[in-house]
């Protein structure tokens, strides 16, 4: 089966977040950049199918020029080749995002049986993008999912629900989303790194498109101040602990 | 009409709550049978037998609603995903505020798991508001509701996603992201087996235990104890957290809990610092000793 994988690239937040003297994006200039953590797990998904039903994958991107480095470690963990939507950088929004993606989707000559997102990507939080391609594909979407089996042409997902599990089933082709706990992501291999490097990425240019939600500012939230209490050091403690559960009403008294 | 997408999760009654900060017009939609007595006056109950998002986008649009708010669920956000895709409106994800502002709307959403907020204007219509879990509390119950039955027009593509069977949880398993107290464990557990001492304390207080991202990286607890942007946003009365450093990434998944007791080595921990009470030192030997003084107490 051939398989997309859809991914972003993403800054690495440090212990707090600061933003452009602007305050439409962060301060990104002393950030690495990783894939986004679901979409990580999309990649490690994909790799697995096509290792167990054979077949093909590709991982594609919109972003900056730079985001070249997020598709090598797709291709370096063992995704075959890649796409790059080539942006200025700029956000854009999810709407813009989707149809981009559904025209490169359409270029491609032969259909994908299976595209993987991530279920939202850790900037943003748009959870929305993998259902606007499924719906201008045509296509159905299980969104959440932390578990994938393929047969006979039928995908079966497990969505977690109230602490236990609701099972989703689907027809290929189809669009699913994947939250990290799908697997464990392989580290990117030695071989892995000299082949993505080699490997030519395909480059297209999509228009921008608007929005309806247009972006006002960025605000870093003003932390509560808590005054913290210090009830003592090592086991000495237990007993001032156990007087503030009591007095939470946290154990019978 | 701002209508509201009410469903069994209890983090509806936020969404309830929240429609109804927008404005007087509010009525509810309601899937699995839920009781919006005294939330709305006028509610539409659709009786479908399982869950199929595309089946209740279609529901919600049929009532051509100009404003829909949904819980900060899985279900909220993906229902309204797919109600924004087939009408091609915007959808704001995480909402946690917003305001009428002439025909758009004023909002503040989340970014970053909570740790970023971003200031927006959304127009077009209908605006689709799922809001971000926890974002607000739910307001007492008043007068009952007019219920009218709702028979939208569901046909076999509408159902082509759906529920098709559930697993139930493990029977009185206490849920991470419902109970009253959580044990968390950071890298400081040290181990798998060190949990064994988390466990132990959280069943003496009748309460779950949870994991940083790095414990679920490890293996040490399975990833469905995680407690972060990518895990469980939780809501406890107290959250205990054992050896957990306190990366802005968990603490968007505490910071609803309404207190913190920190246990930890390192006093200046960015955890101790957010936490209302705190025992310095090694967890192996501070968590046991709690474990025998409530023994001892009881």
Known sequence: MRVLVCIKRVPETGARITLRPDARALDTSLLGF???PHEECAVEEALRLVEAHGGSTTVLTLGPDAAVEQLQNAMAMGIE???LLETDGDEWSAE???????????????????????????????????VRVAHELGLPCVTGIKGIEVADGRLTARREAGGGWEIFEVALPTVVTVKEGINLPRYPS??????????QIERLTPEPRGSGLELIRLVVPVEDETEVEVLGTGADAAPRVVTVLRELGLVAS | MILCVVDADPLSLEALTFARRLGDDVEAIVFDGADVDGYVARAHRVGLDEYAPEAWAHAIIDLEPDVVVAAGTDRGHEVLAHAAARLGVALAANCVDASVDRDTLLLTRQRWGG??????????????LPMAPHAGGAAPPGAPA????????????????????REEPTAGAIRLDTARVVVGGGRGVGSKEGFEELEELADLLGGAVGGSRVVTNLGWRPHADQVGQTGARIAPELYIACGVSGAIQHIVGCKAA??????????????????DWAVIGDLHEIVPAIVAELKRAS
């Open chain 2, 146 to 165: 007019e219920v009218e039955e709702l028979e939208p027009s569901i046909t076999d593509e509408h159902l082509r996603v759906r529920v098709v069977r």
């Open chain 2, 115 to 128: 740790s970023l907020l971003e200031e927006a204007r959304l127009a077009g219509s209908p605006k689709l």
């Open chain 1, 190 to 199: 030695l071989p892995g790194r000299l082949r993505a490097k080699k490997t």
């Open chain 1, 96 to 130: 813009a995002t989707a149809s981009s993606i559904v025209d490169a989707v359409r270029a491609q000559g032969e259909p994908f049986d299976l595209v993987l997102f991530g279920n939202e990507a850790a900037d943003s939080g748009d959870y929305q993008v993998g």
């Open chain 1, 34 to 36: 990783t894939i986004s």
């Open chain 2, 258 to 275: 309404r207190r913190i007791l920190a246990i930890n080595k390192d006093r200046n921990a960015p955890i101790v610092q957010r936490a």
């Open chain 1, 81 to 83: 080749s890649a796409i």
